[in-house]
Nanobody
Framework: QVQYVESGGGLVQAGGSLLLSCAAS????????IGWYRQAPGKQRELVAA???????NYADSVKGRFTISRDNAKKMVYLQMNSLKPEDTAVYYC???????????WGQGTQVTVSS
């Protein structure tokens, strides 16, 4: 099972930017689509961005045009560039491999993103 470790979160003012990183272990990383998820307090975890094996990307409407997902298969890394951050982006961010409405691996610790107004 591939394990994921997220980093790069922090406190930023509205309008600011952050780059999140996701480091993966295991030999099957390059054969998986990868998604960035987030969970805000009191809300369900949601998928905000995904990237396929071939590099095709999809975004939730709430982040489209502001977030960019990318991957480096050689380094087993996935990134989420977040620009024009809003207070409603405040959440713990996780990465994982989607499988239908679920995911393939156990959840990691995530990385906290806090956007102040």
């Amino acid at each position: 099972q591939v394990q994921y470790v997220e980093s790069g979160g922090g406190l930023v003012q509205a309008g600011g930017s952050l780059l999140l990183s996701c480091a993966a272990s295991g030999s099957t990383f390059s054969t998986n689509a990868i998604g960035w998820y987030r969970q805000a307090p009191g809300k369900q975890r949601e998928l905000v961005a995904a990237i396929s094996i071939g590099g095709s990307t999809n975004y939730a409407d709430s982040v489209k045009g502001r977030f960019t997902i990318s991957r480096d298969n050689a380094k087993k890394m996935v990134y989420l560039q977040m620009n024009s951050l809003k207070p409603e982006d405040t959440a713990v961010y996780y990465c994982n491999a989607p499988r239908g409405n679920s995911v393939k691996s156990s959840w990691g610790q995530g990385t906290q993103v806090t956007v102040s107004s």
